[in-house]
């Protein structure tokens, strides 16, 4: 039995359900997507009383299988306008579910005057208040309560950027060293979560248990299956030895690795901030590569970086950050980088929508390339919310907006990440379609990069695979997004009830819908399936590709739509 | 015969052709929404290459025909992302009319560094460098212009606002006191004016003709009943007595009076403010009511606001600035008020716009109702292209992201004018579909104000009737909105070639459908045809009503369309 949760933060109540026979399938991001569908109005505003955040460990989170318990954080998006589901690693997932949470649901705006927390312990949820931590950063956040609630305590916060409703806010996780140094980043949740007047959501693990299924030996015996065949991939191996920085030399190499604003997808410094150099500085200053972000993990693509001091300055210093703080904004040290990392960690922003959002700052005289000391002014005026510093929080659209930029790397109201579209015009469909806005992780498109055609296929199925595994907990590392066969008998051992391979696609491909559905209703239009004029009429180095997929190719992904 | 004039700032080029047979009955707004609508890719950005700007005077304007030279300004706009049509009196659609052009067409960005000039002369297009505008305000443009091009030189141009790209700039145009008083308010057009490098549009009068049309006497004739009509009406004398300012005793009465940032339909200190104080101000200090913004108009509603020591200040204290710089930010006083007028004309900033942003900046600690003095401040800080400028200059929706605020009184990203929706439910339902976004010009609906139903219908037609007047240069207050025959009178005998009565309103019909094709293009999908969540949720004294048309009905205007 699976649990929901309500947290009504208007009136202060609490309210426990069991999930609806129509979940008995459904977790992570499907989940997340049905309650909002049914639940929120879509032309509310996201900052407004009718706008719900959901929390939903994945489907197998909890249980014994590995790499598998990552969580959905959803809602209305300040950014996009539309639906958004932030999918996150770290210990919440885990947590949460073995304490038998399927979803959270948070509903209402606080009156105040103090910031509210949401504490799970076994077999109970509470409110409570929490005036002490207004204006924290997420690391002093998580400090205070754990010494409040241990030392074990699992905590879901959001920092002074949440608080100030920063469209770019996001939700920090903790990690398995407990700190909050995992995200949910994308679409500014963070703010929704601000919104509701809710400063963090503390899970104590204590009486949590494994979830072991229906039929714990078919289950188990999946998941060996399915452990097996990650384990034996090559790709599992590579990615804990070489981390996610390892895609700065991958995308440099196809010349998709976003370099000054968008201007070139080469970065002729890029041994300065690959994952040469990051294991380099991480093995003298006695950090850690292959560090889990959460249990059970056998990936392990994190690390932990140090200050030349050897203390700690952050963790999970990740490609995507990498790219759109160093080669996006040419700065090209990795030290200067961590330090921008550690500063959107604790102040709660998307380090992908900032570093795009400083490099067409780069238009105006408020920013020039390389400037790493200015970049960490910058960080510190969105921490502070300056009247500079709360443009820049919400990210790129609404900063081109305020300064009159008309070259602007979103989709959607959301900047695009570090794969340059116009040498991967496959992912540049997903990016122009998705209902997330552009988003590395809404279906990776690989094939053919630089033919126009093809990818409408590839990108529908791209995505609706990633649903699923958004909706199973998977990480997107695990690469087994096909296996509808393994997942149908993994998912009927846990649930007691067996799927077919066609109802597992059908996960993906309804809450897809529904997203899609929602958006439209909340007025985001077909024509907003484009990427940036100057990807059509800006040739990019070094390949000197322009997209140009047919408009007709991208709305055929939902048009021909079964 | 009409040309059109496109002018290539990118290329610095001017074209001069014959407007097509299909535009033999259009001008104005239908006249620059073909234009748009065939050539300018929806999905394009305002501020970017691929939008055009147009300038496009009225069917009728430089005719004999009183109250009917007025002039449409459209573009794809920065402040709604859709098809934009600002309408304004002044005397550039009269001059430019009788110069012989039907429409003015601005592609292109000017590679610079010179701000240029568009100049007309008899005959002649031609553009030329200005740099010595370059951050001047609009009276001050017009001095200089005037000393280049003489006295005589009738003027349009933009502000500082509209050269920072501002999405609520204007562009401003000479009265007939060669003031640049009268404004393309609405939709951020200024910002595009900005954009492509234009400072101004010069008109020199020298050599232009009276419009008489291919049957000068069956002209004659029908102008002569038009006049009749118009002279004959009540409303004429009122509006030439009292002003646009009468509104505000009218709205105060039925409780649409936007009051504190829509918090109230009616001012208790309204007195302070309205048409009788202004009499007596104006009256006091020398100034002049039932002043011509534009030759050869009948009604005369505008004025000029003399200052205490009787030197001018602005001209036009109009009902729309008077109540959304009043009674909406609880200014009580006409001094104030003027002087935020003048400084908005001379910025080129909408001050229906802007009142509303300052409305809801009293949501934080930069603004709070009644401080005339910082508000003047504030608008010094968007002349200035201050950082809080820049965001205020955005208008209502742009700034509320940025301080997180969720009470929006606007809709598709435009600020509500000075009518209180919830005690004008049919306007309501204009507002909310309307293609044009919030807009008391797109079609008023008066009838039955507190009915939640009936409106559907009144709307569509009420729509399709503006975009007549728009496309025939009427002044709205000529209230003959109705009159297809008399129209397809005077339009047959200006043209040569006589509409049915039908294909009158298929000039209104049409327009109104490619504006939203257009939009629909841009992204802009029907689930954004709705009024701000507050005015359903909360009532509005003191008729404690809060719009509640079904949205269904809203869907109908254009769903139902035939």
């Known amino acids: 039995m699976r649990v929901r949760i309500d947290a009504d933060l208007e009136k202060g109540t609490i309210e426990r359900t069991e999930l609806p026979e129509s979940a008995t399938w459904l977790g992570g991001r499907a989940l997340a997507d049905s309650i909002l569908f049914e639940e929120v109005p879509p032309a509310c505003h996201p900052l407004g009383p009718g706008n719900r ?24 998006s300040p950014l996009t306008g539309g639906i958004k589901e932030s999918n996150v690693g770290g210990m919440a997932g885990i947590t949460l579910a073995q304490l038998g949470v399927g979803a959270v649901v948070i509903r209402g705006i606080s009156p105040g005057p103090s910031l509210k927390l949401l504490v799970f312990r076994h077999g109970s949820a509470e409110l409570m208040d929490a005036p002490e931590l207004g204006g924290l950063g997420n690391y002093e956040t998580v400090e205070c309560l754990k010494k409040r609630f241990g030392d074990g305590a699992v905590i879901l916060s959001t920092g002074p950027c949440g608080e100030m409703k920063m469209s770019a806010a996001t939700i920090a996780v903790t990690d398995t060293n407990g700190r909050p140094c995992r995200h949910a980043g994308r679409g500014g949740l963070g703010g929704v979560m601000g919104s509701k007047g809710l400063k963090a959501v503390v899970m104590d693990p204590e009486g949590s248990q494994l979830r072991k299924g229906a039929d714990p030996g078919a289950f188990a015996e999946a998941v060996k299956e399915y452990t097996k065949i990650l384990q034996s991939s090559k790709r ?37 901030i690959n994952s040469d150099r990051l294991k380099v500085l991480v093995a003298q200053r006695k950090g850690a590569m292959g560090h889990a972000c959460m249990r059970g993990c056998i990936i392990r693509c994190s690390n932990i970086f140090n200050d030349p001091q050897g203390r700690y300055l952050t963790s999970g210093l990740e490609y995507e950050t990498i790219a759109m703080m160093g080669s996006n904004l040419d700065i090209d040290d990795l030290d200067t980088i961590a330090q921008m990392d550690f500063r959107c960690d604790d102040y709660g922003i998307d380090t992908i929508e900032t570093g795009a959002t400083l490099g067409i700052l780069t238009e105006t005289d408020l920013f020039r390339f390389g400037d790493g000391e200015r970049a960490i002014q910058l960080l510190d005026e969105i921490g502070k919310g300056t009247v500079l510093g709360r443009i820049l929080g919400q990210g790129v659209t609404t900063t081109a907006k305020v300064f009159g930029i008309a070259r602007i790397p979103a989709v959607k109201g959301q900047s695009l990440p570090a794969h340059e579209p116009r040498s991967l015009k496959g992912l540049g469909v997903t990016y122009a379609v998705s209902p997330q806005g552009a988003d590395h992780t809404a279906g990776f498109v690989a094939e053919e990069p630089f033919s126009k055609e093809g990818h409408t296929e590839r990108s529908r199925k791209a ?63 077909p024509g907003q399936d484009r990427l940036p004029e100057f990807m059509r009429s800006e040739v990019l180095p070094p390949n000197n590709s322009a997209f140009d997929v047919e408009d007709q190719d991208l709305d055929r992904v939902f048009g021909d739509y079964p």
């Open 53 to 76: 955040l959901v929390f939903a460990p994945g489907f197998f989170a909890g249980t014994s299988m590995p790499t598998a318990s990552r969580m959905s954080v959803a809602g209305k």
């Open 236 to 272: 599992t191996a590579f990615w804990r030895e070489n981390g996610t920085a390892a895609l700065i030399d991958v995308s440099h190499a196809r010349g998709s690795l976003p370099t000054r604003n968008f201007t070139s997808g080469a970065y002729d410094k890029k041994d300065r």
């Open 463 to 525: 995505q609706i695979n990633m649903v699923i595994a958004d909706s199973l907990g998977l990480c997107q590392f695990t690469g087994l997004r096909d296996d509808y066969g393994l997942f149908a008998r993994l998912i009927g051992a846990l649930a007691g009830k067996i799927p077919s391979a066609e109802e597992v696609w059908r996960i993906g491909r309804d809450a897809l819908w529904k997203e899609r559905t929602f958006n439209q209703a909340a007025g985001i239009g």
